[in-house]
């Protein structure tokens, strides 16, 4: 059932799932199979699911690795939305030039641009030892909390933000990890 | 066709509760994804339905309902069990009053009606 298996990492890859999340599911379900074989029980009894894709996608979804999708805007919803943003390219723009003219500034048009938003569900720590836990904060694009190299085999007893919550935050800025330890 | 549409019944109906089931099995005793699976055979329930109990569990987990940890198991490689926690258990305790209480309902409800079988 390898092929399966790595349809899934595909999958939990496409959708952002952090790569400790990915290979924990990924190690769960090789053992189980390969238990199940010994038993003589099938792959589809075990997985009731024959797209791995969809059953990578609903695992991570349950677990709260992957943001829901957000719900579809009606299309009313659009053509108000299309409205506003027209109004915004032809009366809000030159008004907010003119303005940065008279101030000798170019600020607001800079405010103006969307801001890129990155997402990433908080790995959890807890159980791990802080060095161990540091590197995955950094594969997973976050920053630990500094702490003495002493304490590199202490062991992680709670942490901020919590466990698989979803944090969102701008390009270029940081979510810093806190790591309570103990030994 | 008969055979699909009772299976489809049987799977919704198991989707309402299997997760109290799941719970049951490990509420005195941790145990692994396939672990779970087997002992729900050894109580009687063979087939888990449409879908699986991995999705399952990670909503349990999110929940808080069970805690997880990673042990080395028999010869094998490490595996993550899974048991009730302290919320799981209360939920757990709720949800088979519910679901009593649900069967009993449905119980009267369809006990009154007479069934023949051409």
Not at chain 1, 36 to 60: H, K, N, Q, Y
Not at chain 1, 143 to 167: D, E, G, W
Not at chain 2, 57 to 73: D, F, I, W
Not at chain 2, 103 to 112: K, N, P
Request: with cysteine.
């Amino acid at each position: 059932m390898p092929a399966f298996i790595e349809e899934c990492r595909y999958e939990w890859k496409r959708l952002g799932v952090p790569n400790s999340m990915a290979d924990e599911m990924a190690a769960e379900l090789e053992a189980d199979l390969a238990e199940a074989e010994v038993d003589g029980v099938s792959a589809a009894e075990i997985l009731g699911e024959s797209d791995p894709r969809r059953f990578a996608a609903t695992w991570a979804t349950e677990r709260g690795l992957v943001a829901e999708p957000p719900p579809k805007k009606s299309r009313k919803g659009l053509w108000i939305g299309l409205g506003v943003g027209l109004v915004l390219v032809f009366v809000g723009l030159p008004a907010f030039a003119l303005i940065g003219v008279g101030s000798g500034s170019v600020s607001t048009v800079n405010s103006l641009q969307p801001q890129r938003v990155r997402s990433v569900v908080i790995p959890n720590f807890i159980g791990m030892k802080a060095c161990h836990a540091s590197r995955i904060a950094r594969e997973s694009l976050l920053k630990v909390r500094r702490f003495p190299k002493s304490r590199c085999n202490a062991i992680v007893v709670a942490q901020r933000p919590t466990p698989h919550s979803l944090l969102q935050w701008p390009r270029g800025a940081h979510t810093i990890v806190k790591l309570q330890l103990r030994g | 066709m008969q055979r699909m549409a009772s299976e489809s019944r049987r799977s919704q109906m198991l989707r309402g509760v299997l997760d109290l089931c799941l719970l049951a099995v490990v509420i005195d005793e941790p145990a692994y994804g396939y672990e779970m699976t087997r002992r729900l055979r050894e109580r009687g329930l063979s087939t888990v339905g449409e879908g699986s109990i991995y999705p399952l569990l990670g909503r349990l987990e999110r929940e808080g309902l069970v805690a997880t940890h990673r042990a080395a198991s028999d010869g094998g490689p490490p595996r993550k069990y899974y048991r009730a926690s302290a919320s799981g258990k209360r939920a757990l305790t709720e949800g088979v009053r519910a679901w009593n209480d649900v069967r009993d309902e449905v119980d009267s409800v369809l006990a009154t009606s007479e069934l023949e079988v051409p």
